[in-house]
């Protein structure tokens, strides 16, 4: 087992376990590249990386980039009655980016319930070695009552489209 970068440390020792964090394995072809950065100075921090705080910002980018690939941008969900709130986030670090590295935010939705949408979201550097991978977890709300709402068929039919097919 190879686990390469900073954060050795945080290697898991079984193949089983591996399966889940290995920056090598396969990817479902639905996650998408939606947003590419270059980390900035103001992004890092004293030990020179990028500072953890930074890569949830990363993360909200990647899904509101996500949003706009699919036609379905924040403007489009209010016009229509609705918006979405984060109810969860993780971010599981796996090597330190530092300034000037350039980065591609990709991301899928993993999980969809009756008024939630979770997606995964990995950070990679321009060679594909991974620096984090996470989840958010969007719940659809009326704007009017803010109680949970139905995620509208045309916003699912539209993810489906985007991404080959809406998780199982």
Not at 30 to 36: C, D, I, L, N, P
Not at 76 to 104: I, K, N, P, T
Not at 117 to 142: M, N, P, W
């Amino acid at each position: 087992m190879d686990c390469r970068g900073r954060y050795d440390f945080y290697c898991p020792e079984s193949p089983e376990d591996m399966a889940d964090t290995d920056p090598d394995a396969d990817l479902d072809p639905a996650f998408q590249t939606v947003f590419e950065n270059r980390v900035r100075f103001a992004e890092t921090d004293l030990q020179g990386v990028v500072f953890y705080g930074e890569y949830f910002t990363y993360q909200d980018e990647a899904v509101t980039a996500f949003f706009r690939e699919i036609g379905y941008s924040y403007d489009r969900m209010v016009e229509a009655g609705w918006q979405v709130h984060v109810v969860s986030a993780s971010l599981d670090y796996r090597d330190g980016a530092e300034f000037d590295d350039r980065l591609r935010n990709r991301i899928r939705v993993s999980d969809v319930g009756t008024s939630s949408l979770t997606f995964e979201h990995r950070i990679e550097r321009e060679d594909g070695s991974l620096v984090a991978e996470g989840t958010v977890t969007h719940v659809a709300v009326d704007l009017e009552t803010e109680a949970p709402t139905p995620l509208p068929d045309d916003f699912l039919e539209a993810i489906a489209t985007y991404q080959g097919g809406l998780p199982e």
